[in-house]
T-cell receptor, first 112, second 113 residues
């Protein structure tokens, strides 16, 4: 079983719909992250959390929100999806004092 | 924000050839990481570097943390078809509780059998 699990793996949704992407981890890490990947742009940080209920904006947080109600779970929401949010989304974790990030398998989101 | 330039953007090589890619930063980093992403999967950590000048190997992969702390390279020797994928560098800047990583835009590697 994967240490960092994302659900769903693929999702197609309509413009204006609310959608939530889930991430859970079994690594016992404090820190969790949401990244967005677009072709040619690499990975860009959306939000990150260092502990339960701790929320910090990344470089591209507009249009997104997150929730960290438990150490093992970090969810990303698009309140009103728009087509330019079509992308590959990755959740990642890292341990305290350790900067390596471990990634989930990704969620491919398409907004039509 | 920090600028991290990764090159080349893509490479097409023959099986058995050696590969080199690098990243340069506009500011110093105290950690450099190299990841590989297979199609349809998340990035997987290949090598982590924590000290300027550090040279680390992982099988056919070798990476170095530049002396200036603003650059790093990754070499792959004797490439094989399963080396195909996107390679990302990532760096962390020193100071405070900044554990965020800055990622390069990736190098797409294609290996022809």
């Amino acid at each position: 079983d994967a240490d960092v699990t994302q659900t769903p793996r693929n999702r197609i949704t309509k413009t204006g719909k609310r959608i939530m992407l889930e991430c859970s981890q079994t690594k016992g890490h404090d820190r969790m992250y949401w990244y967005r990947q677009d072709p040619g742009l690499g990975l860009r940080l959306i939000y990150y959390s260092f502990d339960v209920k701790d929320i910090n904006k990344g470089e591209i947080s507009d249009g997104y929100s997150v929730s960290r109600q438990a150490q093992a779970k970090f969810s990303l929401s698009l309140e009103s999806a728009i087509p330019n949010q079509t992308a590959l989304y990755f959740c990642a974790t890292s341990g305290q004092g350790n900067t390596e990030a471990f990634f989930g398998q990704g969620t491919r989101l398409t907004v039509v | 924000g920090q600028q991290l330039n990764q090159s080349p953007q893509s490479m097409f090589i023959q099986e058995g050839e050696d590969v080199s890619m690098n990243c340069t930063s506009s500011s110093i980093f105290n950690t450099w990481l190299w990841y590989k992403q297979d199609p349809g999967e998340g990035p997987v950590l290949l090598i982590a570097l924590y000290k300027a000048g550090e040279l680390t190997s992982n099988g056919r992969l070798t990476a170095q943390f530049g002396i200036t702390r603003k650059d790093s390279f990754l070499n792959i020797s004797a490439s094989i078809p399963s080396d195909v994928g996107i390679y990302f560098c990532a760096g962390r800047s020193p100071g405070g509780s900044n554990y965020k990583l800055t990622f390069g835009k990736g190098t797409l590697l294609t290996v022809n059998p």
